[in-house]
């Protein structure tokens, strides 16, 4: 006589609650059959065999309806059916192993504003902002234009150095004794940078100034000159400058 199991056995055998075969017995997934003499829950062999590949298919994330459907096909349909769901779950692992890397690097110390993951988003945000606030300008018009030309991006590589260059003078005047000629070729350099991206006038320059002091998410790019005064010099030197010059 086949070898059968009590919904105890099997709970011992797979670790698979009592409640949760008795919601599989509701849902049509794995039914078990009624011992004659007593009317008790049994499974067959065949049975314990569906449940492991139930647990199998649960097991990588496989929906319970899908399961189901799944459970009719033989081993080599099976393998093509869940064709889609493997380059799904590779691209999760791609997407968890990107979050461990980014994570992994700020616990080494690498601030925020210096991550992969949070650039992405940071950008994705100042765009959204600066269609808010410019949206309506003929210098966002212009930016949108500059961001569709032919080398957009290796310009915007070779701007962001250059950038880097022209706070290493700014950040190198405001630790001393300096004169307005110097400032005024510092200024006249990062706006001439800055229009590179659109076409600011003096108003939008001294506001983006501004916003180096007062958006906080400007901080970790900024500590890294070790210069907590240097982005309230900045503003101070670019308002004055080019307020002069209107």
Known sequence: MERSYSIKEISQITGVTKRTLHYYDEIGLLIPFKDPDNQYR??????????????????????????NKLLKKSNQELREALEDHHQKLKDQIAGLQNLDDNLSEFMAGKPFSELPLYKNHLQDQYQAEVKLKYGQTSAYRSYLERQKSPGASDKYEAAVDEMEEVFQRFNQLSKGNYQDLAVKEVVEDWKAIMNRFADFDDEVLIGIANTYVEDPRFSDYFDHFGNHQLTNFIAQVVEDHLQKAN
């Open 42 to 67: 049994r499974y067959r062999q065949e049975d314990l065999i569906k449940l492991q590949t139930i647990l199998f298919l649960k097991g990588i994330g496989v929906d319970l309806k899908e399961v």
